[in-house]
C-alpha cells in the first residue's frame, strides 16, 4: 500500500539551479496536486491536474511548471530556483467518488528543498 | 481566495488538559476537513464534516461544523502526548466559486499542538 510516493526526501539546491519533485500514486486517483507548506502559511496550492493532459495553475504557481502524462504521475519542475522557493513541497491526490468536490486528500511525506 | 482562519495558533498544555481549536471564515462551504500532521510526514485526514450543526467524534476528539457551514471546531478531551502535533483545517473554494473544485483545498495556518507528559 504505497498511496503517494514522493522522490526525493530532501534537496539542497543553488539559486538559478533547475530540478524535478517526482510524486507517483498508485490509487487511480483522477485528481493530483502540489502544495508548499512554509511555517506559519498553512499549505499553498502550486498547481493541480483533474486526469491525465489537464493541469491549471493553482494560488502559487510562478516558478513552477507541471506536466501530467499519466494518471500515476505528476512530477514538478523548478526551473530556475530561487531562495524564497525553499520550503516543504507535498504532492496529494484524491478521488471522485462519491463526492469529488468533497474528497479528503491524501499526501505524500515531503520533499524539503533549501535554495541557497 | 477564502481565508481561513484557525485558532490558536499554538497550544502548550498538560496531559489531561482539554482544549478547543477553532477555524472559521465568511465563506460558506459544502463542507469542511481536518487534518493532523506529524513532523516529517504529510497531512493524514481526520475527519470531513458536511451538514451544517453535525457533530462527529473520533474517540477523544470532537468535531462540529457550525450551523451556517462558516466555521468548525475541534475539541481534544484529556489530551494524551500523543495527540501532539499539527492541525488542520481545510476547505474547497466556497458554493459560489466558479470552475472546477476538486484537489484545490484551501487550508488554515494550523495549530501546532504541545502536550506534556
Known amino acids: 500500500n504505497a498511496g503517494v510516493t514522493q522522490t526525493p526526501k530532501f534537496q539542497v539546491l543553488k539559486t538559478g539551479q533547475s530540478m524535478t519533485l517526482q510524486c507517483a500514486q498508485d490509487?487511480?486517483?483522477?485528481?493530483m496536486s502540489w502544495y508548499r507548506q512554509d511555517p506559519g502559511m498553512g499549505l499553498r496550492l502550486i498547481h493541480y491536474?483533474?486526469?491525465?493532459?489537464?493541469?491549471d495553475q493553482g494560488e502559487v504557481p510562478n516558478g513552477y511548471n507541471v506536466s501530467r502524462s499519466t494518471t500515476e504521475d505528476f512530477p514538478l519542475r523548478l526551473l530556475s530556483a530561487a531562495p524564497s522557493q525553499t520550503s516543504v513541497y507535498f504532492c496529494?491526490?484524491?478521488?471522485?467518488?462519491?463526492?469529488?468536490?468533497?474528497?479528503?486528500?491524501?499526501f505524500g511525506n515531503g520533499t524539503r528543498l533549501t535554495v541557497t | 481566495t477564502q481565508l481561513l482562519e484557525q485558532s490558536p495558533q499554538f497550544l502548550s498544555i498538560q496531559e489531561g488538559e482539554n482544549l478547543t481549536v477553532y477555524c472559521n471564515s465568511s465563506s460558506v462551504f459544502s463542507s469542511l476537513q481536518w487534518y493532523r500532521q506529524e513532523p516529517g510526514e504529510g497531512p493524514v485526514l481526520l475527519v470531513t464534516?458536511?451538514?451544517?450543526?453535525e457533530v462527529k467524534k473520533l474517540k477523544r476528539l470532537t468535531f462540529q461544523f457550525g450551523d451556517a457551514r462558516k466555521d468548525s471546531s475541534l475539541h481534544i478531551t484529556a489530551a494524551q502526548p500523543g495527540d501532539t502535533g499539527l492541525y488542520l483545517c481545510?476547505?474547497?473554494?466556497?458554493?459560489?466559486?466558479?470552475?472546477?473544485?476538486?484537489?484545490?483545498?484551501?487550508f488554515g495556518q494550523g495549530t501546532i499542538l504541545t502536550v506534556h507528559p
Open positions: 464534516v458536511v451538514t451544517g450543526g
Open positions: 491536474s483533474v486526469g491525465a493532459g489537464i493541469t
Open positions: 490509487m487511480n486517483h483522477e485528481y
Open positions: 496529494a491526490s484524491s478521488h471522485t467518488i462519491p463526492d469529488g468536490r468533497n474528497s479528503p486528500l491524501h
Open positions: 481545510a476547505a474547497p473554494p466556497p458554493l459560489n466559486a466558479g470552475g472546477t473544485s476538486y484537489g484545490k483545498l484551501t
